[in-house]
Each structure stands twice: as structure tokens, then as C-alpha cells.
């Protein structure tokens, strides 16, 4: 399965939301820095869906807040 996301790092509160067209909004409190931001999405989308961490992946956007995740059941 793919996932759109659009990520907010550095925010005050950690929160998942649905945006417009189906993407997640998605506040996480790292910074964008040193993959932190990114570690974080893949381990609070694993979190809402009951799966290890290691069935969600970044396919694209590791450098931008738009990102393609996969998720394998």
C-alpha cells in the first residue's frame, strides 16, 4: 500500500491528520536534520497502523516534506 504524507517537523505537538485528497498531514517535534524528522514519521505511522517499523519505508521525499511512503502488510 502507498501513502501520501506531508510532513511539519519541528512542531510543538506530534499529530496525524487527514488533508485534502487523501494525504496525511503529519507534525512531528524533530528537526528536518540528520534523517530525525523522517525516523519519526516511518515509527508514528507504524505506531497507527499495529506494524513494525520495518514495513514502513520513505520510496521518495527523504530531502522534501512531500514523501511516498509503502507499507507492507
Known sequence: MYVRVHVAPGSKREQITEGK??????????PAEGNQAN???????????????????????HHSPTKLLTIDN
Do not use: D, N
Not at 21 to 30: F, H, N, S
Not at 40 to 52: D, I, M, N
Open 21 to 30: 485528497g487523501g494525504i496525511l498531514l503529519i507534525t512531528v517535534r524533530e
Open 39 to 61: 525516523k519519526r514519521v516511518r515509527e508514528l505511522v507504524a505506531l497507527r497502523l499495529l506494524l513494525p517499523l520495518s514495513k514502513v519505508r520513505i520510496l521518495s521525499g
